[in-house]
């Protein structure tokens, strides 16, 4: 039967996009920005990155913000995500501020402010200071001060302007992707320093939280985390069990600490079965305990689908897979244009279990997305007519409002991304945005999905025509 229901979401819920400095920005001469470690990785090798496009020649946000912000506007936003780049704002990572990077921040989100759009500030999404990685980066616990003291300058110079802030982004990415993988710099499989590098994060992210309050105790703190819940292959027990784990370390790992407080039994208890226990104090677990974030922000793309791993499997280091294994479901829905599998009922699976497990915490979709390689082909009469992200985003926004219909605390719905951005090792290959952007040309040209978008935000919801 047809279902013409119209999805009506609740009163002031927010719609939106995010970006990321790193991913928006660029460099020009004379801007004053030091090296991270996505610049210092490119210079170094290249070869790496899709196309050999850098970080130096992302969408030309610094220069042309004013012109971008207004599209906001034209895009129905109501609220707005970006980050600030620690490697601009200081440049050497801790010490001497970039006063050229003070004053385009500052204007940036004066002008967000000015056309009534909600703004949200994440400090960190994936840029370390090249210098602090040179002394070890995350591995080193003196970088959990040196990003506290950085926190701590950002709520300083622009408290007035912005009242709701991120720690961190997706912030088990890194460790797998540096540290179990070789996505991210430093690219090196070690699962004890997977480890240390994890926990220092989550300490610097419950620091962020403590000097948040302190320097405005209305102020708002979060992170950002990219959640779903484990599908295991079959009801064994053995499959079971794998997702059990596979949700502990990717997900859990972050999400308890961050929202309860505390580490979850179980993974302490593995950890220290395989000699994996990070160097920490009890000091630090009651800073961990004391600061937990005010709403959570959650990213979706796909699911994760386990299984158990292959018995009589021999392993030379401790990984994961000795764990569980990724199971590569027959006959799920793909996006083809990006390869991966798409799964709309994860969000509401995450929204149940927020409400459930996590005392109803409110929280926000701060990413969800749908990534498209060689999109130029869906132009037509100028523009790109992506009807398959506007489906997209209807199929997860039905699973969404079934969530918030029982009950969970959802007040806000953020597409990746607003214009067309640069993407780490993927540079440009997958287009996400609202608005198309030239890379020759730099021409920014509303999307098809832009003006639906716009029309959601306008009418906060839509028609669901879908079968059901
Ligand atoms: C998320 C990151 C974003 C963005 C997105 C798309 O995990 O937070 O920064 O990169 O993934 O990724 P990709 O372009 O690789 O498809």
């Known amino acids: 039967m047809t279902n013409s229901n119209f999805m009506a979401f609740p009163d002031g819920f927010l719609w939106g996009s995010s970006t990321s400095g790193p991913q928006s920005e660029g460099i020009i001469e004379g801007d004053g920005k030091g090296d991270s470690n996505w610049d210092f990785w490119y210079r170094t090798s290249p070869e790496l990155f899709h196309h050999q496009i850098g970080p130096e020649r992302t969408s030309t946000f610094y220069e042309n913000y004013q012109n971008d912000l207004k599209l906001l506007k034209e895009t129905g936003h109501k609220v707005f995500r970006t980050s600030i780049q620690w490697s601009r704002l200081i440049p050497t990572g801790r010490g ?18 000015v056309l009534g759009i909600k703004l949200i500030v994440n400090l960190y999404h994936f840029d370390l200071p090249y210098c602090l990685q040179e002394i070890g980066g995350w591995e080193n616990k003196e970088i959990v001060f040196a990003y506290e003291a950085y926190a701590k300058e950002c709520f300083r110079l622009f408290g007035d302007l912005v009242d709701t802030w991120i720690t961190f982004n997706e912030p088990i990415v ?31 992210s419950s620091l962020a939280v403590k000097a948040c309050h302190q320097n405005n105790a209305s102020h708002r703190i979060s992170i950002v985390l990219n959640l779903t819940p484990a599908y295991p292959r079959s009801q064994s027990h053995e499959d079971i069990k794998a997702a059990r784990i596979a949700e502990l370390f990717q997900t859990k790992s ?24 990070p160097d920490y104090t009890e000091e630090e677990l009651v800073i961990i305990k004391e600061n937990t974030v005010d709403f959570l922000g959650v990213n979706y793309y796909q699911p994760l689908r386990v299984q158990a791993p292959q018995k009589n499997k021999e392993f030379d280091m401790v990984t994961p897979d000795i764990f569980f294994e990724h199971y590569d479901m027959p006959g799920k829905k793909m996006n083809p244009h990006r390869g991966w599998e798409i799964y709309e009922k994860g969000l509401y699976d995450i929204g149940i279990n927020l409400r459930d497990h996590y005392n109803n915490i409110e929280w926000l979709v701060t990413e969800n997305g749908m990534g498209v390689e060689g999109e ?21 926004l039905i699973e969404l409002h079934r969530a918030i219909a029982e009950g969970t605390n959802c007040k806000g719905y953020l597409l990746w991304t607003f214009i067309d951005c640069w993407s780490w090792l993927n540079a440009y290959k997958n287009r996400y945005g609202l ?34």
Not at 260 to 273: D, N, Q
Not at 436 to 463: A, D, H, M, P, V
């Open 435 to 468: 608005i198309e952007l030239n890379l020759t040309t730099e021409e920014r040209i509303i999307k098809k999905s832009g003006y639906w978008f716009k029309e959601l935000s306008e009418q906060n919801g839509f028609l669901n025509t879908k079968e059901s």
């Open 254 to 277: 972050f999400l308890d600490p961050s929202v309860l407080g505390e580490y979850p039994k179980e993974l302490v208890e593995i950890l220290s079965e395989y000699g994996l226990t």
């Open 96 to 113: 001497e501020i970039n006063f050229k990077a003070v004053e385009f921040y500052r204007n940036v989100f004066k002008e967000v402010n």
């Open 174 to 204: 890194p460790v797998e992707a540096g540290y179990l993988g070789k996505f991210h710099y430093p690219a090196k499989v070690d699962a004890r320093a997977a480890v240390q590098v994890a926990y220092n994060t989550q300490l610097a």
């Open 376 to 396: 130029e082909k869906f132009r037509e009469n100028g523009y790109i007519i992506d009807d398959y992200r506007i489906e997209f985003i209807k199929g997860h």
